[in-house]
């Protein structure tokens, strides 16, 4: 019999199952009143109170979380921004570096410059500058200087920069702007000057050699100065025209050229301005009371 029992069951579990709660249901409507279903309520009121604390503890987790979230959000913004901050404070102190090191350029170029007055002996007026830029290439054809026109600077105003036995020629103006101007140097192909040997006072025309070079050759030199002349003699202008004062220093002699079927010489000079250190300049302005040149 009972293994009839275990049959019937295994083979009629799903509906005897079925059977057994309808049982239990119709018994808790008839008695929904008694003991047992109102523990059964307590206790659903008490799960479904747990679980809406739950939920709601969970609600003010998520809540923070995306709070924490936008304060990330936040503090990142004011990383950039710190970031941002720091970078452009680099570049200001790197800017007040340039301006405090550019000051001190003028500065020392404006103590040298109230000596050449006591150099020259007619009135002129020296303005400082600072070299901002030069033209690519291996021999530079031209420098920018940091004067312009609200500086007092035209076109073809000489400029001469000190050396270690004096003053040196630099070339001359040749455009100007409001705050800068143009520089064409002496060893530019469309560079003329004209000079003299400092000695023995012959002249001659100083012109560049362009690209190739930075030594400026004199030409139409008398052959009479031939006996005069040795390597290293100095070289300055003559004054003739007012562009450039007399006597400021433009080379030495390094290369002689004097062929018999010519009536002139040739010589090759080199500057006696380093243009691979030059910095600082003077621009010179002369008046109309030209008197001389410079005290030899």
Wanted: proline content about 2%; aromatic content about 8%; glycine content about 8%.
């Amino acid at each position: 019999m009972i293994k009839n029992l275990r049959a019937l069951f295994r083979n009629h579990s799903d509906k005897l199952v079925f059977v057994f709660l309808i049982m239990i249901s119709s018994v808790l409507i008839v008695n929904s009143d008694n003991q047992t279903i109102q523990v059964l309520n307590k206790s659903g009121q008490t799960f479904f109170a747990a679980f809406q604390v739950g939920v709601s503890g969970l609600s003010g987790v998520v809540a923070r979380l995306f709070g924490t979230l936008d304060d990330v959000g936040k503090l990142s913004q004011e990383v950039a921004d710190l970031k941002k901050q720091l970078s452009d404070y680099k570049q200001l102190n790197e800017l007040k570096d340039m301006l405090e090191q550019e000051n001190q350029q003028l500065r020392s170029a404006l103590n040298m410059g109230l000596s050449i007055p006591k150099i020259f002996q007619y009135n002129v007026r020296e303005i400082p500058a600072l070299i901002i830029a030069k033209e690519p290439g291996n021999f530079f054809q031209s420098l920018i200087i940091n004067r312009g026109s609200k500086d007092g600077i035209h076109k073809d105003m000489a400029v001469i920069a000190e050396y270690e036995k004096g003053f040196g020629l630099v070339g001359k103006i040749v455009s100007v702007s409001v705050i800068s101007s143009i520089v064409m140097p002496i060893y530019n192909k469309d560079f003329y000057a004209s000079a003299q040997l400092k000695t023995s006072q012959y002249e001659g025309l100083v012109s560049g050699l362009g690209e190739n070079s930075q030594d400026v050759l004199m030409q139409f030199v008398s052959k009479n100065a031939k006996s005069h002349l040795k390597i290293h003699d100095v070289v300055i202008t003559s004054g003739t025209g007012q562009v450039y004062p007399k006597g400021i220093h433009i080379g030495t002699i390094n290369e002689i050229s004097s062929n018999s079927y010519e009536t002139s010489m040739e010589l090759q000079l080199h500057p006696v301005v380093d243009f691979a250190r030059l910095q600082t300049v003077f621009v010179i302005d002369m008046d109309k009371s030209y008197l001389g040149g410079l005290d030899e």
